[in-house]
């Protein structure tokens, strides 16, 4: 019964919804250090779910883009400080996906192990090319984000036009952001 209780705490605790970028090393940390009472496929699952809650929480549009709009008045935050904050939760995140045996996984979750572990190790590598430092042209740039999201967001109601609105309005301190970074060149 307490075992049943404490696995039954640790899938509750970690899979809350994230509060801050700060609860992330927490929950990754705690995934690790549980990982006797955790099968290695509850592990794998609990981490894939914590990286796609983290993904849709850092990257808010980017729900538009896999059907599954978040917070739909909100951009995603380029502040230096944001992205170095990024890089550090990437590392994070790998370790916790090498603190994983892949032997004891079946096809399906080595399949997620793999995607997730490929995926972190390529956005690592990514990060020698700063993609913060890319010149912006007419066809690509910060400028252009707004254009892509309305492309694949759905309008179905009269609510779904109000909160891309709002977004567009929040764009403003977007681009507040934006600005000292461009600069940067």
């Known amino acids: 019964m307490k075992k049943t209780l404490s696995i039954f705490f640790i899938i509750f605790f970690l899979t809350k919804p994230l509060i801050g970028q700060e609860r992330i090393k ?9 990982s006797g009472k955790l099968l290695e496929r509850e592990r794998i ?10 993904l849709l929480q850092t990257y808010p549009e980017f729900g538009a883009f896999i059907g599954k709009p978040s917070n739909k008045s909100e951009w995603t ?21 090498q603190a994983l045996n892949r032997t004891n996984l079946d096809t ?22 700063p993609s913060e430092l890319m010149p912006v042209n007419q066809i690509s740039g910060y ?11 759905t309008f179905k109601t009269q609510k779904d036009i109000d909160d891309f609105v709002s977004q ?6 977007f681009y507040i952001v934006i600005i000292p970074i461009l600069s940067i060149r």
């Not at 927490?26 to 549980?34: A, G, P, S, T, W």
């Not at 400028?143 to 967001?153: A, G, K, Y």
Request: overall charge negative.
């Open 45 to 54: 699952r609990l981490l894939s779910k914590i990286y796609m809650d983290y």
């Open 108 to 129: 399906v979750d080595q399949l997620t192990y793999d995607l997730l572990k490929n995926a972190l190790e390529l956005e690592k590598e990514g990060e020698k090319f």
């Open 168 to 173: 567009g309005c929040g764009s403003f301190n």
């Open 26 to 34: 927490y929950k990754i940390e705690e995934l690790i250090k549980n």
């Open 143 to 153: 400028h252009q984000m707004m254009m892509n999201v309305s492309d694949v967001t």
């Open 77 to 97: 935050d380029f502040s230096l400080e944001a992205i170095e904050q990024r890089k550090i939760d990437r590392s994070i995140f790998l370790k916790g996906v």
